[in-house]
């Protein structure tokens, strides 16, 4: 009897891409130039989902499949951008160019966050009080965050302004919360959370909140928004451009210049008014957000967009 034949089965080897050897070339220089690691990565995710559906040497054809996707302008554009990369000129394939939209309202991310659990609560916190890009955010470290002065040291992405931003009490509590209840195996705050993660934690729990609470205005908001809230609301209370740029990390004052629009575009909101009587509800109310206005008979009114 012959011992009995045994049939080892290995992967079957990957067969390159016929674009994948320019890619590698573009993301090779795209490193030597100090682009930021996840830069490169979403540019590389980008290029590839291209590269399977149309011919990269074809910039009609890339743009006649860009259109016909049915997904958000956002990820067209970003699919464009990628692109230009690939062909190292901006002109080789127009580029639409769209509007800031509008910034979400103060009890919408809070219903938002009422509804999640409390990891994404706390990352959604922190976006909320800091502006924080949402990569910025999940690399952030103990080390980056002081609890006592209520700061936030970021390692800002974009070959951004370095900052340190301003956390409430209400994401201290929070943070001091999930600390207590998660025994971090990695050295980011977040673990093993990265934006793309980040993005689908929050998507989720933002349509969970709109089908509760019946609005559908909620499931408008972008993870990416809390950031233009930030900007927004920072100039409002400041008046400052030159701060907002400093505070959000831009290198050009042009980009946060669209801030200052975006909040007269708001200014027929309805606020929200309160009266404090002693330092304590002073405290409070500054703490929260609202802004002083006038006193009358002993009381300090203050508001606070809805």
């Known amino acids: 009897m012959t011992a009995p034949q045994i049939q080892l089965f290995k992967k079957k080897p990957t067969v390159p891409h016929k674009f994948t050897e320019n890619i590698l070339k573009i993301l090779w220089e795209l490193k030597k130039s100090g682009k930021a690691p996840d830069t490169i990565k979403n540019i590389n995710k980008r290029l590839k989902r291209?590269?399977?559906?149309?011919?990269?040497?074809?910039?009609?054809?890339v743009l006649n499949?860009?259109?016909?996707?049915?997904?958000?302008?956002?990820?067209?554009?970003?699919?464009?951008?990628?692109?230009?990369?690939?062909?190292?000129?901006?002109?080789?394939?127009?580029r639409k160019r769209y509007n800031a939209k509008n910034t979400p309202q103060e009890n919408h991310i809070n219903q938002i966050l009422t509804k999640s659990p409390l990891k994404l609560r706390t990352a959604l916190s922190l976006s909320k009080d800091t502006g924080l890009r949402p990569v910025e955010a999940m690399r952030l470290t103990l080390r980056n965050i002081d609890l006592t002065l209520k700061a936030v040291y970021p390692e800002t992405a974009k070959r951004g302004s370095p900052r340190?931003?301003?956390?409430?009490?209400?994401?201290?509590?929070?943070?001091?919360k999930y600390l207590s209840k998660y025994?971090?195996?990695?050295?980011?705050?977040?673990?093993?959370?990265?934006?793309?993660?980040?993005?689908?934690?929050?998507?989720y729990y933002r349509n969970k909140t709109a089908e509760a609470m019946q609005d559908q205005?909620?499931?408008?908001?972008r993870l990416y928004d809390l950031r233009h809230y930030f900007a927004t609301m920072l100039y409002h209370k400041t008046k400052d451009i030159l701060f907002v740029k400093q505070q959000?990390?831009?290198?050009?004052?042009?980009t946060p210049l669209v801030y200052p629009q975006l909040l007269q575009f708001n200014q027929d909101e309805n606020f929200t008014c309160k009266v404090a009587k002693n330092?304590?509800?002073?405290?409070q109310?500054?703490?929260?957000?609202?802004?002083?206005i006038t006193e009358m008979d002993g009381l300090k009114y203050f508001r606070k967009r809805k």
């Open 50 to 61: 291209l590269s399977k559906n149309c011919d990269l040497n074809n910039p009609e054809n």
């Open 217 to 221: 205005q909620i499931k408008t908001i």
């Open 164 to 176: 340190v931003l301003k956390i409430t009490n209400r994401t201290i509590n929070l943070i001091n």
């Open 279 to 283: 330092q304590t509800e002073i405290t």
């Open 285 to 292: 109310l500054i703490e929260s957000g609202f802004e002083y």
């Open 65 to 94: 499949f860009v259109a016909t996707l049915d997904r958000k302008n956002g990820y067209k554009r970003n699919l464009i951008m990628a692109y230009e990369w690939f062909t190292m000129e901006e002109t080789k394939i127009p």
């Open 183 to 203: 025994k971090l195996t990695d050295e980011r705050l977040f673990g093993t959370w990265n934006s793309e993660t980040y993005g689908k934690w929050f998507r």
């Open 248 to 254: 959000m990390g831009h290198r050009k004052i042009e």
